[in-house]
């Protein structure tokens, strides 16, 4: 029996292949299924299962192609209704993979479908237990997530996922190992450890939810406390997910189109596409397309693009590193968004060849930005981590404007005034300038490093620390 977790950083997000003899499955498999196929062939082994453990909303699953491409059986759990031939199977039911079973618990609470699978080895043993989104190492699912499809409050489902976990997944014995679909990152927990495996014994004892003497109420109002808003793409992957979508040959296909400058230019103004570079935040600093969005492709690229980007069938035309392109295009089609168009061609020095025209953003050092304070410059700071970033520790006198809320609280922004741009290394600062810039906001200066350089420097005073876990 092999069982081997495939982890996607950028997503927080584990997938498996579990193969016993000569037959695989794959559980909660990501858009681009050829690892999967790869991985079963050099096992020797045929695809008969894709279990979907819900209907995701974080991410686009490839259980359609993966199915259509191996011929195997896509299985949901109880309630679930996907608009494509899959077998939703009942609660207990048992499915054969070579000498080991998986047997089907029904967890609804993060949402009404939510199933874990319970594998039994060859020897009768209960071994492994993939507890999708209703159990995280540390942490269980968020269940405000499914309340218009499920008909019910947040507090309801959370007392449905309560009811989940004591009476099918607690009683489980301590030895068996928990597999999640997901890890640190994800935004379907707000607690997850860094840890993507552990044993049951171990979440029985240190996850917050699992507590034994905890009431149902205890369990909704520390599930339900401190829960930010979803991004917008959720509700969008989840329609996907549950009715299908194009083919992802198809979409990497039209996404890796090359298009020469002129090309690039003229597509950009016929179709009002949204340009986005994806290369590093420096790099993009430098030199970029006027009015492009910078969201690198060397950190949470996907997650940031479905939380920032409002229409998931918005046309993109990308700049990219030389070679990059598949990997932005799949990356795009992980969180649902399919219409990449094309690529610039020899990116941005093609571009400046053509004698087009350009933009950059200034970007300045911590000491460059104490020095300009120190010489009598008002130095107007804005911090654009995560709220309970800033509530642990920040720049005194900084201001705050969390990336993720930019598209609500952008009004909150005077246009003739300057302001010194950081988050917590760089990233996250140059996709708030950049979409800033886009809408006409002229005085953003970046702050190279962030906070962690700004803190380093030893140039600015900071707040004393508080531990992020009693801030959120």
Request: aromatic fraction near 8%.
């Amino acid at each position: 029996m092999i069982i081997e977790q495939i982890y996607t950083g950028c997503l927080a997000q584990g997938a498996y292949y579990i193969q016993s003899e000569n037959e695989a499955a794959i559980i909660d498999p990501l858009r681009e299924v050829s690892p999967y196929i790869e991985r079963a062939k050099r096992g020797g082994a045929t695809v008969k299962y894709v279990l979907e453990t819900h209907f995701h909303a974080d991410f686009v699953s490839g259980h359609i192609d993966l199915a259509n491409k191996t011929g195997a059986e896509i299985v949901y759990g109880p309630t679930a209704a996907p608009a494509f031939a899959a077998h939703v199977a009942k609660d207990g039911d048992e499915l054969a993979l070579g000498k080991v079973k998986l047997r089907v618990i029904h967890t609804p609470g993060h949402t009404l479908e939510s199933t874990c699978y319970l594998l039994t080895d060859e020897n009768g043993k209960e071994t492994a237990l993939f507890s999708g989104d209703t159990l995280f190492i540390g942490d269980v699912g968020r269940p405000d997530l499914a309340q218009k499809a499920a008909g019910m409050t947040m507090e309801q489902l959370a007392g449905t996922l309560y009811d989940s976990l004591r009476n099918k997944i607690m009683p489980l014995a301590n030895n068996i190992i928990v597999y999640p679909a997901h890890g640190a990152g994800s935004a379907c927990g707000k607690n997850m450890s860094q840890e993507t495996t552990d044993t049951l014994g171990n979440q029985k004892k240190y996850n917050y939810a699992l507590r034994a003497n905890m009431t149902r109420q205890e369990f909704i109002t520390e599930v339900t406390r401190g829960l930010t808003a979803p991004p917008a793409y959720f509700p969008k992957n989840v329609k996907m997910n549950k009715e299908g979508y194009e083919n992802i040959d198809e979409v990497i296909s039209h996404g890796t189109k090359p298009l020469s400058a002129e090309e690039f230019e003229a597509t950009a103004n016929e179709t009002g596409a949204l340009i986005l570079d994806t290369r590093d935040a420096q790099d993009f600093a430098r030199q970029f397309i006027p009015n492009a969005v910078n969201i690198g492709i060397d950190g949470n690229f996907a997650p940031w693009v479905g939380a920032l980007i409002p229409d998931i069938e918005q046309p993109i035309l990308l700049i990219t590193e030389a070679g990059r392109e598949e990997e932005v295009v799949t990356r795009l089609a992980r969180v649902g968004f399919d219409h990449a168009i094309g690529y610039l061609k020899g990116g941005m020095p093609a571009w400046t060849i053509a004698g087009k025209e350009t933009d950059h953003i200034v970007s300045l050092t911590p000491e460059e930005v104490a020095d300009l304070e120190a010489s009598g410059e008002r130095v107007r700071l804005l911090d654009v981590r995560k709220y309970p970033e800033y509530l642990s520790e920040h720049v005194k006198g900084a201001e705050t404007l969390p990336l993720d809320t930019i598209n609500e609280e952008i009004a909150k922004l005077a246009k003739n005034e300057k302001y010194f741009v950081h988050c917590a290394g760089g990233y996250r600062s140059m996709i708030f300038n950049s979409m800033l810039r886009a809408r006409g906001y002229d005085n953003l200066i970046d702050i190279k490093g962030g906070f962690n350089a700004m803190k380093a420097s030893g140039r600015f005073k900071i707040t004393d620390y508080v531990c992020p876990t009693s801030v959120v």
